[in-house]
C-alpha cells in the first residue's frame, strides 16, 4: 500500500469506522482484501450502518450484505464494546456459519484475533469478543431467545427464520440506550416478510446514470434488458452486443445502451418521508456481473 493511499484509508477510518475496518484490516473467506469497485452501493452501508438505528435490505443472492454484516458485528462487539445477536433460520446454519464464515476470520485476521477473549474460541453460540460480546442464534430454538439484552440484532435470510421467536428476539433491544436492527434477505413472496418490510421503508434503490443523456435509474430487467418480439419470443434489448462485447441495459429516456459504472451512480430513496431505511439490491447492480448468463438463466426459467 502506498503511503498516499495509507493516509486516505487513515482519515477515512477516522471518519467511518466500519469502513476504515474494512479496509484496512478485513478478509474474505478466501483470504482476499475487500475491493469496493464492482459493488460500490455498498460503501453508503459501510459508512451509515454503525449510526444508524437499523435497515432492511431486500436483495439477491451474493451481493455483499452478509460479509457487510459480519463485520458490522465485529465492530460492534470488538471495536464499539456492544453486545450483538446475529440469527440465522435455523441452529445448524448458525453452526455453519459460525464454523466457516466467523471463526477462520477470528483466528486469521490479527485486528481481530487480538480481541479474541481466551477460553470462547470454541463457543458457536456465544463469544466475548474485545469489550463487546457477540451471540450467534437460530431462529428455530425459542430458548436462545429469552433472558438476553442486546444492543445490535441482526437477521439474515429473514423469510426463512421463525417469526414467533425473531418477535422475542426484538424485545431483547428495549433495555439498550442504543438498538440497532438490520433484517435482509431474499424474497419469497410479495408483501410478506422481507418484500413488506422493504414496501414500509424509504425504499432506496441504487441508480446508474446513463452516460448519454444523465438519467439516473434503477435497472429494470423487462425496462431496460429484455423484450419480448411479437411471435413472443424474448431478447436482450442492446441489439450492440456481440462478439467481444457484453450487453447492456438501454436507458428508459433516450433508449441508447450505457454502461454500468460508479461514476454518477447513487442511492435514491423513493419514499423519503418514511423514516426506516430500505434497501433493494438485485444481481444488476455488481458492475461485474455479465448481463448474458442472467439471460441465459432466465430463458431456462
Given amino acids: 500500500m502506498s503511503g498516499h493511499s495509507a493516509k486516505i484509508i487513515n482519515s477515512l477510518s ?15 473467506t ?13 460503501i453508503e452501508l459501510y459508512k451509515d450502518f454503525p449510526k444508524i438505528d437499523g435497515a432492511d435490505g431486500m436483495k439477491a443472492v451474493q451481493v455483499g450484505w452478509s460479509e457487510l454484516l459480519i463485520q458490522l458485528v465485529l465492530e460492534r462487539a470488538g471495536f464499539s464494546g456492544r453486545v450483538t445477536a446475529y440469527i440465522l433460520p435455523t441452529f445448524q446454519l448458525r453452526d455453519r456459519f459460525v464454523q466457516q464464515r466467523v471463526d477462520p476470520l477470528l483466528s486469521s485476521v490479527p485486528a481481530y484475533a487480538q480481541r479474541v477473549a481466551e477460553g470462547n474460541q470454541g463457543s458457536l453460540r456465544a ?20 433472558e438476553f439484552s442486546a444492543d445490535v440484532l441482526i437477521v439474515d435470510e429473514y423469510d426463512r427464520c421463525d417469526p414467533n421467536n425473531i418477535t422475542l428476539a426484538r424485545d431483547r433491544l428495549r433495555a439498550s440506550p442504543y438498538p ?4 435482509i434477505g431474499n424474497p419469497t413472496i410479495p408483501n410478506f416478510g422481507i418484500s413488506r418490510l422493504y414496501a414500509e421503508s424509504d425504499g432506496r ?7 448519454h443523456c444523465n438519467e439516473r435509474q434503477k435497472i429494470d430487467w423487462f425496462e431496460n434488458v429484455v423484450e419480448r418480439s411479437e411471435d413472443g419470443n424474448w431478447s436482450l434489448k442492446d441489439k450492440e452486443c456481440g462478439y467481444g462485447s457484453e450487453a447492456r441495459p438501454v436507458c428508459k429516456k433516450c433508449r441508447r445502451p450505457f454502461h454500468r459504472r460508479a461514476e454518477g451512480a447513487c442511492w435514491v430513496a423513493e419514499r423519503p418521508s418514511v423514516p426506516r431505511r430500505g434497501y433493494q439490491m438485485s444481481r444488476m447492480d455488481i458492475i461485474s456481473q455479465p448481463l448474458e448468463p442472467l439471460f441465459m438463466e432466465f430463458m431456462e426459467a
Fill in 30 to 42: 478466501r483470504g482476499m482484501p475487500l475491493s469496493f469497485a464492482d459493488k460500490p452501493y455498498l
Fill in 14 to 28: 477516522s471518519a467511518y469506522p466500519l469502513l476504515g475496518i474494512a479496509l484496512k484490516h478485513h478478509r474474505t
Fill in 180 to 183: 440497532q436492527m438490520f433484517r
Fill in 127 to 146: 463469544k466475548r469478543f474485545g469489550k463487546g460480546n457477540m451471540m450467534f442464534l437460530g431462529s428455530n430454538t425459542p430458548n436462545d431467545f429469552i
Fill in 205 to 211: 434503490v441504487w441508480m446508474f446514470q446513463c452516460e
